[in-house]
């Protein structure tokens, strides 16, 4: 694409706008490398806006952009080759931002489309806490629309990217889509690596022209000083919007600021959608939610923790301890001691806590719960990374982590608890739901990790005289002054009231603090623990079922002869869909749960054996089949709370049969609804007219008699229960004549059968009529045998 040289940048947009409508994909990428090569940022930034929101899609989610979210290099190879070689962080659209970001040009962003806290507290002319937004926020003059950010380039670029996530809705078609695999998830990756590097350091923008000097992209007004991001930011700054002050960062901060922006975009993004006052409120069981993330959201925010860690651990090891601070200490090692308790931990605490205490009870929590598990071990990401020694069993967890399991303690402790909630909740006969469940006490069950967990609370519970200067330090509030690399605030040595500050930031200094190893939390793993014993004899009962009716079904139910059993004792389950593998998954994760939470919790054998016969999983004299837990009362069964939670969870049900005439029930949906009818009514007429005759050949004594009843008489009428399950003795005394029954031809399976048999048997050169004998034949000698068969094991009484 060639260009004339434009002295009106309107041109130049407007003729890129029309070639995104008439040129085909390959055509414009190329047509936009040309353009940021050729042409001065003095014309580029007029057409920056247009082509950020071209890319990511507007703010509102109308215009779709060039869908990341979907693209697989798998299905679109050649426009996700394009995409990816254009977004890299090192490709042209990159390159476009750091030519713009030399000539210090600005981009309003409309604060509207923030995350709610954040908006709120603009709007409110309160400054937000994060320095993200300081110094950038412009009043709307005189008739002017709402608030706006004032973002250099950069900013703006990730803006847009990060947000992305949020507001673009996913096609219908994409709901099968591995996330892992599209081009938005790998392109958060290829930034996090050349941002927040492991090994090196950041790499320098790049170049604006061949062989030319490296544009200098820092912006005018330097990102905020670490050491004036408070341990305990909460509530604490409530600085006016006009009091925007400037900073004066030393030169030095200049070689990270993208890291430490780009990690503040993903963080406030993606997690700073509830705050602490937005989350007490949220525990009332009348508050509206206000924002609900997606399983694809919470993969990229998982994508995001597990690199941090891996960036965090990539400390020297002479620089891990704070005490080992000193001025020669590169601003990116600072940023990685930095990065996750002062940038992360507070909004992700909120996330998660949300997201357990909202999120549907069903599989799709596992994205939530491998999310936070993989914040809660660091060491998995570490250089040296433990790894399981050769018996299998996991490595101890080193005592080098204790600070962080200290300082994060209400990550492990409180979401442990909210845990366990859930799982009290679901069902746990369900493969999916025993695996989460085997997940977690799999990863708190690792050596020594309990015991780190414990003494975290030991240090927070104790009692803590009132000293002056530490008083000064947890209220102090952060100041907005200083260099970069100032000197860092005095090392709080004392490890009690580092727990205590964490806690008290993160829940407020009015929490109400439940210990994970008290003994409210070990009555709920108690109960968990019961949950799961009943559980593992309801899949077996589940199996034993599903293999009785399996191996009890005659030879002709295969082509469709024989009625589903609709008075199954358990309801529809995901077991059904696997069979006994399943089942065996389901009693292994239970079995390993159960092993691990007895470690932790260190519950003995014999409290297990108690426990199992309070609930009353022993089962009864015909070893399965246990009603739900229930008193007699004088009117009947009465539920107990256990036995209403069972029936909920489908852990137990009534064995209720149908009582009716089996030709009368529902229409199921494998039946042809008007062939059912005219079935029944033809049925009806030959039982009506030929009701002596079939009750004279029944009565008989002989071989044709017990014919006659194996297909006229309905099985087991006689021995029905009763509909109560009080006074199971009693049987239903309702007994009906022969009849005949066509009810079966009805179904779709039975007519696909015959249609097939008829196939096959043409071609073997067999016709209609040979065929239709042959399958009755076939049929009278199988009932032939059925009958004797019958007679042998059980004489027909009349």
């Known amino acids: 694409m060639a260009f004339p040289y434009l002295q009106q940048p309107s041109f130049l947009l407007a003729t890129l706008k029309a070639d995104s409508i008439n040129k085909p994909f390959a055509q414009r990428c190329q047509d936009l490398v040309k353009v940021i090569e050729d042409f001065p940022a003095k014309e580029l930034h007029a057409i920056f806006p247009w ?35 254009f977004l890299d962080p090192g490709g042209p659209m990159m390159k476009l931002v750091y030519k713009l970001q030399a000539e210090d040009y600005k981009f309003d962003f409309p604060v509207s489309y923030l995350p709610g806290p954040v908006k709120a507290s603009i709007q409110e002319r309160v400054l937000p806490d994060s320095p993200l937004y300081h110094n950038k926020v412009q009043f709307p003059a005189a008739g002017g629309l709402g608030l706006n950010l004032a973002l250099n380039p950069f900013e703006y670029y990730m803006f847009f990217f990060a947000l992305s996530l949020i507001t673009q809705k996913p096609l219908p078609g994409a709901l099968h889509i591995r996330t892992s695999d599209c081009a938005y998830f790998i392109l958060v990756d290829r930034y996090l690596s050349w941002f927040l590097p492991t090994e090196g350091s950041v790499l320098p923008p790049l170049s604006s022209s061949p062989g030319g000097p490296s544009p200098s992209p820092a912006p005018r007004t330097p990102a905020m000083p670490f050491a004036s991001y408070g341990l305990h930011h909460t509530s604490l700054l409530k600085r006016h919007i006009s009091h925007q002050t400037s900073v004066n960062a030393d030169p030095a901060s200049h070689e990270i600021w993208r890291s430490e922006t780009l990690l503040q975009v993903f963080v406030e993004m993606w997690l700073h959608h509830y705050s602490l006052e937005m989350y007490q409120k949220m525990q009332s069981p009348h508050a509206k939610e206000s924002f609900t993330p997606t399983e694809e959201h919470v993969l990229v ?89 050769t018996d299998g069993q996991a490595r101890c967890v080193s005592e080098r982590w204790a600070p962080f399991v200290q300082e994060n303690l209400l990550m492990y402790t409180k979401l442990f608890v909210g845990f366990l909630s859930r799982a009290l909740r ?37 009692p803590e005289p009132v000293i002056p200067h530490r008083q000064h330090r947890l209220f102090t509030t952060p100041t907005f002054s200083g260099s970069f690399l100032s000197s860092w605030p005095p090392a709080v040595t004392d490890t009690s009231f580092k727990v205590k500050s964490h806690v008290y930031s993160l829940e407020g200094q009015d929490c109400k603090y439940t210990p994970m190893f008290g003994p409210e939390v070990r009555t709920l793993v108690l109960r968990l623990a019961q949950l799961i ?9 589940i199996s034993d079922q599903c293999g009785e009716n399996t191996a009890g079904r005659p030879f002709l139910s295969w082509l469709g002869f024989y009625l589903s059993d609709t008075n199954s004792s358990y309801p529809a389950n995901d077991l059904d869909d696997v069979g006994q593998d399943s089942v ?45 837990d229930c008193i007699v009362g004088e009117d009947g069964l009465i539920l107990t709370p256990l036995g209403r939670y069972q029936i909920i969870n489908g852990l137990r049900k009534f064995d209720i049969e149908y009582q009716g005439d089996s030709e009368l029930q529902p229409i199921r949906s494998y039946e042809i609804a008007s062939l059912v009818r005219f079935l029944f009514r033809l049925s009806s007429a030959i039982n009506h007219r030929f009701a002596g005759q079939m009750a004279a050949l029944c ?15 309905e099985p087991g009428l006689a021995s029905r229960h009763l509909l109560s399950p009080v006074g199971q003795g009693r049987t239903a005394n309702r007994a009906r004549g022969p009849r005949l029954s066509l009810r079966f031809l009805g179904s779709y399976r039975t007519l696909l059968s015959l249609l097939l048999a ?31 068969l019958m007679e042998q094991g059980k004489p027909h009484q009349l």
């Open 51 to 85: 082509l950020v929101e071209s890319i990511f899609g507007s703010l509102d989610g109308v215009l779709l952009g060039w869908n990341l979210r979907c693209l697989q290099g798998r299905v679109s190879p050649v426009e996700y080759s394009l995409v990816m070689e």
């Open 301 to 389: 925010v998982r994508l995001l923790v597990k690199h941090l860690h891996a960036f965090s651990n990539s400390l020297k090891p002479e620089q891990v301890s704070p005490s080992t601070h000193s001025h020669a200490t590169s601003p990116l090692e600072e940023f990685k001691r930095a990065a996750i308790p002062r940038f992360v931990q507070q909004k992700l605490y909120l996330f998660l806590q949300h997201c357990f205490g909202h999120w549907p009870l069903d599989a799709s929590f596992r994205a939530v719960l491998e999310m936070w598990l993989s914040y809660l071990q660091p060491w998995r990401y570490a250089p040296d990374k433990q790894s399981q020694s």
């Open 426 to 462: 679901t069902d746990l006969v369900s493969p999916k739901n025993a695996l989460m469940v085997f997940r977690v006490a799999k990863v708190f069950a690792q050596p020594n990790l309990a015991e780190m967990i414990q003494k975290g609370e030991q240090l927070f519970l104790e």
């Open 533 to 541: 014993t009943q559980a593992k004899q309801t899949a077996k009962s």
């Open 584 to 628: 065996r998954k389901t009693d292994e994760y239970l079995e390993k749960a159960l092993e691990y939470l007895c470690q932790m919790f260190r519950l003995s054998e014999a409290q297990l054996a108690q426990l199992t016969l309070a609930l009353g999983t022993t089962q009864d004299e015909n070893g399965k089949k246990q009603l739900p």
């Open 699 to 713: 009565s008989r004594a002989d071989f044709l008699g017990s014919f006659c009843r194996y297909h006229l008489m």
């Open 758 to 788: 008829f196939f096959v048997a043409s071609l073997f050169c067999i016709g209609p009529l040979p065929c239709t004998l042959l399958l009755v034949l076939g049929y009278f000698l199988y009932a032939a045998a059925m009958t004797l």
